[in-house]
């Protein structure tokens, strides 16, 4: 028997397909006023994982948009919406948080799955933390634009 068979057993074709789908993670973003108002139907599609709530397309969207930080509470019940609506459908339900205070916010009301920043924001984050040592003005304060 070849050795490469033993510890590293190539699948074949269906068996890696098979093995890939059942792997994947399916979810759909909730960004829009026509995803809340249509979000029993698409939390009960049969083969999705998980909602994902991007809350500032979504607060665009609703006329509510975040502003320097705040999530207006028209937001904060859509957001809360789609959390209750997709454990009520037995789906997982996921949002994108932009800060370590919203994310422990969100893991505390039962959130699935929590993003806490993008490539983008923690680049910027870094870069203006070391501008501000550079220039001697580190206070170790947040910085963030999205």
Not at 19 to 33: G, R, W
Not at 72 to 91: N, T
Request: aromatic share 6%; with cysteine.
């Amino acid at each position: 028997m070849p050795v490469h068979t033993v510890f590293n057993p190539m699948p074949t074709s269906d068996g890696y397909l098979q093995q890939a789908n059942d792997s994947l993670l399916t979810l759909v973003q909730i960004e829009t006023q026509s995803a809340l108002d249509n979000l029993e139907e698409i939390a009960s599609v049969e083969g999705i994982d998980l909602l994902f709530v991007g809350p500032f397309d979504l607060g665009n969207s609703i006329g509510h948009p975040i502003i320097n930080g705040e999530i207006k509470p028209e937001l904060r019940e859509a957001i809360y919406r789609v959390l209750e609506v997709s454990h009520k459908a037995g789906k997982k339900c996921g949002i994108y948080s932009g800060s370590g205070e919203r994310a422990k916010e969100y893991i505390e009301a039962g959130f699935d799955m929590v993003h806490v920043g993008s490539d983008h924001t923690i680049l910027e984050l870094a870069m203006i933390n070391e501008m501000r040592t550079a220039q001697g003005k580190a206070d170790g304060e947040r910085r963030l634009s999205y």
